[in-house]
């Protein structure tokens, strides 16, 4: 069993920036597989970043050059560095990890930022 806790959400305006942490626990020894995935609103969970299993780096588009994922494997915790936040980046954020082939979600942390 993983569990995966988020932190660092809040309200923000737009142009501001926030960092949101994931730690996990349990059978987890390496943050490959770790990633942020988000959810609008009326909308479907969409990729924001993640680490693949052999520990390269995946950013979506409408993130890159904004967003950083960065992780530390000693403490089995994965950042998320979000500057030049925009109104449409509203959403929550969840923390996910693909380990020994099983998938797991963390509770999510709102993030909002206004215009």
């Known amino acids: 069993q993983v569990q995966l806790v988020e932190s660092g959400g809040g309200l923000v305006q737009a142009g501001g920036s926030l960092r949101l942490s994931c730690a996990a626990s349990g059978s987890i020894f390496s943050i490959n597989g770790m990633g942020w995935y988000r959810q609008a609103p009326g909308k479907q969970r969409e990729l924001v970043a993640r680490?693949?299993?052999?520990?390269?780096?995946v950013v979506a588009d409408s993130v890159k050059g904004r967003f950083t994922i960065s992780g530390d494997n000693a403490k089995t915790t994965v950042y998320l560095q979000m500057n030049s936040l925009k109104p449409e980046d509203t959403a929550v954020y969840y923390c996910r990890t693909l380990t020994e082939g099983h998938l797991y979600w963390g509770q999510g942390t709102q993030v909002t930022v206004s215009s």
């Open positions: 680490f693949t299993s052999g520990g390269s780096m």
